[in-house]
């Protein structure tokens, strides 16, 4: 089995920073993209950064240049540094990855963590 588990949520003032991070762990071969989603109440959940395996990273408008996502495959997590928070940053944050299973070398899989709550209070 494959597990992802985040940590680092909390909540800090408008402006601040915090630091999310993702451990995968289980029977894993390799891992391809890693991402991070988030979700506000009553909105859908949202693509915030992705991470491929060679290091190309991609970012949604909304938090270019406050957001910043890093891997480190060895150890097969991810960081999400994020500053200059907004009050609109404030979501459940997922981490997620698409993973190929020991043993099922031909086939993907894409995981979840459990979400981890960022409230930026005003």
């Known amino acids: 089995q494959v597990q992802l588990v985040e940590s680092g949520g909390g909540l800090v003032q408008a402006g601040g920073s915090l630091r999310l991070s993702c451990a995968a762990s289980?029977?894993?071969?390799?891992?391809?993209?890693m991402d991070w989603y988030r979700q506000a109440p009553g909105k859908q959940r949202e693509l915030v950064a992705s991470?491929?395996?060679?290091?190309?990273?991609n970012y949604a408008d909304s938090v270019k240049d406050r957001f910043t996502i890093s891997r480190d495959s060895a150890k097969n997590t991810a960081v999400l540094q994020m500053s200059s928070l907004k009050v609109e940053d404030t979501a459940v944050y997922y981490c997620s990855a698409n993973i190929v299973r020991i043993g099922f070398t031909g086939t993907t899989f894409r995981y979840w963590g459990q979400g981890t709550q960022v409230t930026v209070s005003s």
């Open positions: 289980g029977s894993i071969f390799s891992i391809n993209a």
């Open positions: 991470i491929t395996s060679g290091g190309s990273t």
